[in-house]
Each structure stands twice: as C-alpha cells, then as structure tokens.
C-alpha cells in the first residue's frame, strides 16, 4: 500500500508508474487517515494528493477527502464508505472497472406541510 506525498499523476508513493487506481484528495484530518485505512484494507492501491490539485471534474467541493478511482471521480468519505459496506471495494481491487451508481432522487417524496389551525 502507498503512504505519503506521490509523484506524477498514477505513480504511487512507492514509485511504480502507472499501478494507482484510485486518487485521494485531502489532508492529514480524520476523514482522510480513515478513507486512507479503508482504500488499505480493501487492497486498492492508491496516491495521496493535496486537495488543492483536485480536478475541475469535482466542480465545487465542501468536504475532504475527495476520492477519484479510475479516472472518475468518486466523491467523499460517505461515498467511500458506502462501496465499501458493499463489499464493492474489493472486486474493484481485484481488477473489476469502476462504475458509478446512479443516486435515487429521494427529494421526491416531498410531501407539502398542512396548514396548522386554518382551513
């Protein structure tokens, strides 16, 4: 697994090009050392990058970390968090393309409020 600062875009900490999946955005913060630990133990080879060379493909971030795998962006540690839950991480690791999942548009089940004491 990589640990600290990388190279060039793809080469990991340890210095073999290209083998990188995944890019993590971010800091020395506890969502950071945590999304490091996950990427770890799933066996996904990774580089650390500073989140002030996050890509444009982000477009406006208000979290860190930020994680890309294979050239897409992922998101944050939640997202991180949920491909890991579902084991997702590991078939990723063993060679599977990462595919984003489309989000449910949950805010469509909005239901109005009733007016209190007024018909």
């Known amino acids: 697994m990589t640990t600290g600062w990388s ?12 083998t990188a999946r995944a890019v993590l955005y971010g800091s020395a913060c ?9 990427l770890q133990r799933a066996g996904l080879t990774y580089e ?4 002030s060379d996050l890509p444009a493909s982000f477009g406006r971030v208000r979290s860190q970390p930020q994680v890309e795998i294979d050239g897409l962006p992922l998101g944050g540690i939640d ?14 690791a063993a060679g599977a393309p990462y595919r984003p999942q489309p989000r ?3 805010w469509l089940g909005i239901i109005p409020r009733r007016r209190r ?3």
Request: charged share 25%; proline share 13%; glycine share 14%.
């Open 7 to 18: 190279g060039p875009l793809g080469t990991p900490a340890d210095g073999t090009p290209g």
């Open 30 to 38: 506890p969502a950071c050392r945590q999304a490091e630990t996950i």
């Open 48 to 51: 650390k990058r500073p989140l």
């Open 79 to 92: 997202e991180l968090l949920r491909l890991a839950r579902g084991h997702r991480l590991e078939v990723i």
């Open 104 to 106: 449910p548009a949950t």
């Open 117 to 119: 004491g007024r018909a």
